[in-house]
C-alpha cells in the first residue's frame, strides 16, 4: 500500500511556465514532508521540507504549499528553467523506531526551452 | 568532505551469486538507511539502522542482509541474488531520525 500518493507521473512545462506536483497521504502521524530532486545517474537531493505547523514554506523559486485537513502537500516550481529537469519526490516521515521515510513514486519535469 | 559513499557503482551477477555493497558516510551521522529504487515505485526502504550495531526491517527486506559494525559504514548484502533484485540502490543518511536524509549516488546491479 502505497503510503504517500504523488501525481502527475510526468510533466511537460515551458520554460518561465508554473511547475505544480502534488502529493496526498493517509496516515495523519506524518510530521515532516520533504521534497527531493533526483537527475540521472545521480541519488536524490534534499530540496526543500516543510513540517505540519506552516501552511506554506518558500526558499528562492521553490514553494511547498501544505493543506492539514485534506492530508495534501505540493511542489511549486516558479519561473521553471529548462536546469530544474530531472524527476522529483515527495516523502513524509513520523517521529518513531527508524523514522523511515516513505517516498512517492516520483514526477518526471521536462521544461522545454 | 565526500558526504556519502557508495561502492561500488556498477556490478553484474549470475543468479544465484553473493556480493556486499558498501555505503560509507564522513557526516558523524547516526542513522543509516538502504533503498532500492525501481522504475514507477520509488524509494522503498530495504534495511535501516539507527546507530552502531543496531539494524533493522525496512518495506521490503526479504532476500537481504546488513551489518554496522562501525558508526561510518553501513554493509548491504545479498546471500543468493535473484533476478527480481535487478535495482538501483542508494544508502542514505541522517543526524537523527526525522531528518534531512542524505544521499549517495547509487550502485546500479544486475542480476542475470
Known amino acids: 500500500q502505497q503510503q504517500v500518493k504523488q501525481s502527475p507521473q510526468s510533466l511537460i512545462v515551458q520554460k518561465g511556465g508554473i511547475s505544480i506536483i502534488n502529493c496526498a497521504y493517509e496516515n495523519t502521524a506524518f510530521d515532516y514532508f520533504p521534497w527531493y530532486q533526483q537527475f540521472p545517474g545521480k541519488g536524490p537531493a534534499l530540496l526543500i521540507a516543510?513540517?505540519?505547523?506552516?501552511s506554506e514554506k518558500k526558499e528562492g523559486r521553490f514553494t511547498i504549499s501544505f493543506n492539514k485537513s485534506a492530508k495534501q502537500f505540493s511542489l511549486h516550481i516558479m519561473d521553471s528553467q529548462p536546469g530544474d529537469s530531472a524527476t522529483y519526490f515527495c516523502?513524509?516521515?513520523?517521529?518513531?523506531?527508524?523514522?523511515?521515510?516513505?517516498f512517492g513514486t516520483g514526477t518526471s519535469l521536462t521544461v522545454i526551452p | 568532505n565526500a558526504g556519502v559513499t557508495q561502492t561500488p557503482k556498477f556490478r553484474v551477477l549470475k543468479t544465484g551469486q553473493s556480493m556486499t555493497l558498501l555505503c560509507a558516510q564522513d557526516?558523524?551521522?547516526?542513522?543509516m538507511y538502504w533503498y532500492r529504487q525501481d522504475p514507477g515505485m520509488g524509494l522503498r526502504l530495504i534495511h535501516y539502522s539507527v546507530g552502531e550495531g543496531t539494524t533493522a526491517k525496512g518495506e521490503v527486506p526479504d532476500g537481504y542482509n546488513v551489518s554496522r559494525l562501525k558508526k561510518q559504514n553501513f554493509l548491504l548484502g545479498l546471500e543468493s541474488a535473484a533476478p527480481s533484485q535487478t535495482s538501483v540502490y542508494f544508502c542514505?543518511?541522517?543526524?537523527?531520525?526525522?531528518?534531512?536524509?542524505?544521499f549517495g549516488d547509487g550502485t546500479r546491479l544486475s542480476i542475470l
Open positions: 516543510i513540517r505540519p505547523d506552516v
Open positions: 516523502a513524509a516521515s513520523m517521529q518513531g523506531t527508524g523514522n523511515q521515510f516513505y
Open positions: 557526516m558523524n551521522h547516526e542513522y
Open positions: 542514505a543518511s541522517s543526524l537523527w531520525g526525522n531528518q534531512p536524509q542524505h
